[in-house]
């Protein structure tokens, strides 16, 4: 794999217009009949709005005075934000429509930002970089080992990876973003304001999707130290996300870091074209 230090000048970000689930009724336990998996799941998903209408206004301040390329990718990520906003709202009313609280759980992620979104732009900017380096990484392993998704629905496989291949395709956009806003920073005053956030933004990220599971494994009667091991094993052992992220994670604490030192392109383009094959764009989303 090759390693670049900035972002590829031939990237092209545009928003795939892709809708899922329409036609089909997703299952309790929609991941091979798994509760937990399933509840890891849910838990992320019921983040993704609030967690994107963030990212997106924490990025948008900063688009007037982007250069155009930069402004460019802006638009791009803004509208692929948009999309994911949307398709996990549809994905979030299935989990409700079995008798989750979706509703309290998107109260608890409002409620988190709202810390986030009281500090001033350049710190949200950070907070941004910091919960999309999260997300791309989290995109990486699912796009490259299928086991993540084993199980699934072709309905809910299709919608995970197509927003996995968008967080890959657009993971250097709010970290250019910010390099630009802080440009006048001394190097140590932005790597400290980056690495710090990152601390902050893992907490936030664990302590809500954990809070999450709790709900929904209470909600399953389920809510048990055998449930909690089970989902410690999911994630570090088999089929192991956290395990298969950890080097990924730790490398944004490195001095000089930029996302597309992981060039990911052949994988995010190997997992359009799969994705292709088996989806057109959407003509009308109900």
């Known amino acids: 794999m090759s390693k670049l230090d900035k972002t590829p000048s031939d990237l092209d970000i545009r928003a795939r217009?892709?809708?899922?689930?329409?036609?089909?009724?997703?299952?309790?336990?929609?991941?091979?009949?798994?509760?937990?998996?399933?509840?890891?799941?849910?838990?992320?998903?019921?983040?993704?709005?609030?967690?994107?209408?963030?990212?997106?206004?924490?990025?948008?301040?900063?688009?007037?005075?982007?250069?155009?390329?930069?402004?460019?990718?802006?638009?791009?990520?803004?509208?692929?934000?948009?999309?994911?906003?949307?398709?996990?709202?549809?994905?979030?009313?299935?989990?409700?429509?079995?008798?989750?609280?979706?509703?309290?759980?998107?109260?608890?992620?409002?409620?988190?930002?709202?810390?986030?979104?009281?500090?001033?732009?350049?710190?949200?900017?950070?907070?941004?970089?910091?919960?999309?380096?999260?997300?791309?990484?989290?995109?990486?392993?699912?796009?490259a080992d299928p086991r993540h998704l084993d199980g699934a629905s072709d309905e809910a496989k299709a919608m995970w990876r197509w927003h996995a291949i968008e967080e890959v395709e657009h993971k250097a956009v709010a970290y250019d973003t910010f390099m630009l806003a802080a440009a006048r920073l001394p190097a140590w005053r932005r790597w400290t304001l980056r690495t710090m956030t990152m601390i902050a933004a893992t907490r936030l990220l664990f302590a809500t999707v954990g809070s999450n599971i709790g709900d929904i494994f209470t909600a399953d009667g389920i809510n048990n130290a055998r449930s909690w091991r089970q989902l410690l094993r999911f994630m570090l052992v088999k089929p192991g996300m956290l395990r298969q992220v950890l080097w990924a994670y730790l490398a944004y604490f490195r001095p000089g870091f930029h996302p597309w030192q992981h060039d990911d392109r052949a994988l995010m383009r190997q997992a359009e074209r799969d994705l292709s094959a088996a989806y057109a764009p959407a003509e009308a989303v109900a």
Not at 72 to 80: E, R, S, V
């Open 17 to 143: 217009d892709m809708a899922f689930g329409r036609d089909t009724h997703a299952s309790r336990w929609w991941l091979g009949g798994d509760p937990v998996g399933t509840a890891f799941y849910n838990a992320l998903s019921v983040t993704f709005p609030q967690g994107e209408r963030f990212f997106m206004d924490a990025v948008r301040h900063y688009r007037n005075v982007a250069p155009p390329e930069l402004r460019q990718q802006i638009a791009g990520f803004l509208a692929q934000e948009a999309m994911h906003t949307r398709e996990h709202l549809f994905f979030n009313k299935q989990v409700a429509d079995h008798g989750f609280d979706v509703a309290a759980m998107e109260r608890r992620t409002r409620d988190r930002l709202a810390f986030a979104r009281s500090r001033p732009p350049l710190q949200q900017l950070g907070a941004t970089v910091a919960l999309e380096h999260f997300t791309a990484i989290l995109a990486h392993a699912l796009l």
